[in-house]
């Protein structure tokens, strides 16, 4: 099939990334901005054997899962990709992601429906990057960068931002920092941060007083963090509470600041040493920290452990920290990810000598396709 060929699909269901999957001459295309159900016009723009990419040409028959997007520059910004999808299908959609993921990556067929964790689908999202953007009087504003062209487009108006900074938008009080070409900003309760100005400070999570800076990752949905936070202590008080537990990829130490209330001790494992100075702030006495990478720690590390959690960045766990949790690693793992075939796929390397508990989503992002996940993970008694 040629590049520019017409057609017309019914749209059968969302991809990971959340382009529309139709199914054309034998072939899978994939489309933005479509929904479940729909009947579409497309034209094919790019194949790849027995697959290929479309773009959307016209909505023949609008699937009852389609909606209005509630913001002015969707479609064009590169944020959001999922406002024109009613809520309540997001959501059912997230669940079909994860399942694909974990069966066609993973070869795991969970039982029964994913438990799933709902927010605000509006004015949700704490931490924004924000890139400089040069006006008509020359001066540099917020702005977001667009879909297609990379470029940013300036912004006054944010629906899912949360409240503080969506009202330091539409007031035009949200400068940019004096020789920032981007830069990210914090807000939760009242506490407001901007990198390259204010950007240190502190936020209550869940009880707890944590220190944290706007240039270092700090999870963006603080109410489902919360959440997440509470399932995750629930699994950690399932495990060995004499023996210390681990934090791996520990950030600012959000996960320590509580397991330092069960466990004896908490080693922190985390490459950022600005993030590791914070993490040191936010945990008590009984923690050791470790600025090393993930697979460096695993090849020297000697330590018995009772409980670990593991938050990776999308790329997820690297081979030789893989190796280590199969040989020597704990009776309970609490895996925390933003990415489903990470996760299926890391789950398939730890069959070894794990089984699966529970997966769990929390829809940090909605309006988009990014999925974050809590699997607790076993250890087979035959391995231990």
């Known amino acids: 099939m040629e590049t520019g060929y017409s057609f017309s699909a019914r749209v059968e269901s969302l991809a990971a990334g959340g382009a529309g999957v139709l199914r054309v001459g034998g072939m899978v295309f994939f489309m933005d901005f479509c929904a479940p159900g729909d009947l579409v016009q497309g034209r094919v723009t790019e194949t790849r054997g027995r697959w290929g990419r479309a773009e959307l040409t016209g909505v023949l028959e609008a699937s009852p899962h389609r909606a209005a997007p509630v913001c002015a520059l969707y479609g064009r910004c590169g944020g959001c990709g999922l406002q024109h999808i009613a809520y309540e299908a997001q959501l ?84 940019v920092p004096a020789g920032k070409k981007q830069f990210t900003v914090y807000s939760r309760h009242d506490t407001f941060l901007v990198e390259g100005k204010n950007s240190r400070g502190a936020v209550l999570v869940a009880g707890k007083r944590l220190v944290l800076d706007a240039a270092c990752f700090f999870q963006s949905n603080g ?80 330590e018995n452990y009772g409980f670990m959690a593991l938050d990776p960045p999308r790329s997820g766990l690297s081979g030789t920290l893989s190796e280590f949790l199969c040989e020597r690693g704990p009776p309970l793992l609490a895996y925390v990810t933003c990415n489903p075939a990470t996760l299926a796929r890391d789950a398939k390397l730890l069959a070894k000598t794990y089984s699966p508990s529970s997966f769990k989503i929390y829809d940090f992002y909605p309006q988009t396709a990014h999925i974050e996940c809590l699997a607790i993970f076993t250890r087979r008694k035959e391995a231990a």
Not at 142 to 163: F, I, M, N, T
Not at 226 to 254: C, M, R, S, Y
């Open 92 to 175: 059912e959609e997230k669940k079909n992601m994860l399942r694909d993921a974990l069966s066609r990556i993973g070869g795991l067929a969970p039982a029964g429906d994913f438990p799933l964790v709902r927010g605000a689908p509006l004015e949700y999202r704490n931490r924004m990057k924000f890139h400089a953007v040069v006006n008509r009087d020359a001066v540099p504003v917020p702005g977001l960068k667009e879909r297609r062209s990379g470029a940013a487009e300036a912004l006054e108006d944010c629906p899912v931002a949360d409240r503080g900074i969506r009202k330091a938008l539409r007031d035009k009080s949200l400068e």
């Open 223 to 302: 109410t489902l963090l919360e959440i997440l936070i509470q399932d995750l202590l629930e699994a950690a008080g399932k495990a060995d509470t004499k023996l210390p537990a681990a934090d791996v990829f520990a950030g600012v130490g959000t996960f320590s600041a509580f397991l330092g209330d069960m466990f004896a001790r908490v080693d922190l494992v985390e490459e950022n040493r600005e993030a590791l100075a914070l993490a040191a702030e936010n945990t008590g006495a009984g923690a050791r920290f470790f600025p090393l990478t993930d697979y460096v720690w695993a090849s020297r590390c000697r």
